[in-house]
Nanobody, 113 residues
Framework: QVQLVESGGGLVQPGGSLRLSCAASERIFSFTVVAWYRQAPGKQRELVARIAGGGTTDYADSVKGRFTISRDNGKNAYLQMNSLKSEDTAVYYC????????WGQGTQVTVSS
């Protein structure tokens, strides 16, 4: 059973930065897609960023230029979040796909002064 564990969330002031990590139980390159989603209170879960096996990335319009998705050669994926805004407040989930999709448990990001 594939496991994904997110970390790095927390409370940050507007304009600040956070780096989220997703630790997988298997090599990150074994997945065809790795992505970050988020869900704010009362809203649907939405795609934030994803990276395909070949390295192609794409981002939600709301985070372009501020967030960067990456992965290492081991079992980790990351989401670097800069210039954070209050509307980025949400639970952030790591997602990985390989035939079926797998979800992490989520990590809370709160952007507030």
């Amino acid at each position: 059973q594939v496991q994904l564990v997110e970390s790095g969330g927390g409370l940050v002031q507007p304009g600040g930065s956070l780096r989220l990590s997703c630790a997988a139980s298997e090599r990150i390159f074994s997945f065809t897609v790795v992505a970050w989603y988020r869900q704010a209170p009362g809203k649907q879960r939405e795609l934030v960023a994803r990276i395909a096996g070949g390295g192609t990335t794409d981002y939600a319009d709301s985070v372009k230029g501020r967030f960067t998705i990456s992965r290492d050669n081991g079992k980790n994926a990351y989401l670097q979040m800069n210039s954070l805004k209050s509307e980025d407040t949400a639970v952030y989930y790591c997602y990985a796909h390989r035939g079926v999709g797998y979800w992490g448990q989520g990590t809370q990001v709160t952007v507030s002064s």
